[in-house]
T-cell receptor, first 116, second 109 residues
Framework: DTGVSQNPRHKITKRGQNVTFRCDPI?????LYWYRQTLGQGPEFLTY????????KSRLLSDRFSAERPKGSFSTLEIQRTEQGDSAMYLC??????????????FGPGTRLTVL | SQQGEEDPQALSIQEGENATMNCSYK?????LQWYRQNSGRGLVHLIL?????REKHSGRLRVTLDTSKKSSSLLITASRAADTASYFC?????????FGAGTTVTVRA
């Protein structure tokens, strides 16, 4: 399967614990995005990488959130001191640099986080 | 903040019928995209329509775009049980996508 993969698919944690999610984009894609989706809503943008550079972060990404993309390949999203409000589906997407903003973003299956 | 708003929020149809959903957006766009999401899964890109296009087809999907009204519609013809999913419109803002809350479509056998 050459699509975007995410691990783990599900994570249950207790409030206050740290969690880390991984995203492996489509291999030739240089752009990588993280989104968060809560029940009944569409995805909301969190952050964006072009190669290894993190170019934009949403105000939704509090100080407890950090994302990295070392060597411009896979990416990790860490949430420290999780809160119940962090419970959501975390989606990763990737795209290749095309003309303007007409890139098609390809999404992974998501990691569903439940904070107890 | 979410740019697009889909209407209706939910739609239930019989297999073989057509399903139409609408999307309204707020700011000027270069293109508008539609995605499908099966329950608890990731999003699948369906179709992209550019701002200079009025209509686009892909298989059983037909998308229209009216930039003067800042609206788009997605028509699924001859629906199948496998079309049961949530459908989202998305507009690009720089390189990130802004999604609406989606239309949940249920196709009854």
């Amino acid at each position: 399967d050459t699509g975007v993969s995410q691990n783990p698919r599900h994570k249950i944690t207790k409030r206050g614990q740290n969690v880390t999610f991984r995203c492996d984009p489509i291999s030739e894609h240089n752009r990588l995005y993280w989104y968060r989706q809560t029940l009944g809503q569409g995805p909301e943008f969190l952050t964006y990488f072009q190669n290894e550079a993190q170019l934009e972060k949403s105000r939704l990404l509090s100080d407890r959130f950090s994302a990295e993309r070392p060597k411009g390949s896979f990416s990790t999203l860490e949430i420290q001191r999780t809160e119940q409000g962090d419970s959501a589906m975390y989606l990763c997407a990737s795209s290749s640099q095309g003309g303007g903003n007409t890139d098609t973003q390809y999404f992974g299956p998501g990691t569903r986080l439940t904070v107890l | 903040s979410q740019q697009g708003e889909e209407d209706p929020q939910a739609l239930s149809i019989q297999e073989g019928e057509n399903a139409t959903m609408n999307c309204s957006y707020k700011t000027s766009i270069n293109n508008l995209q539609w995605y499908r999401q099966n329950s608890g899964r990731g999003l699948v890109h369906l179709i992209l329509i550019r701002s200079n296009e009025r209509e686009k087809h892909s298989g059983r999907l037909r998308v229209t775009l009216d930039t003067s009204k800042k609206s788009s519609s997605l028509l699924i013809t001859a629906s199948r049980a496998a079309d049961t999913a949530s459908y989202f419109c998305a507009t690009p803002n720089d390189y990130k996508l802004s999604f609406g809350a989606g239309t949940t479509v249920t196709v009854r056998a």
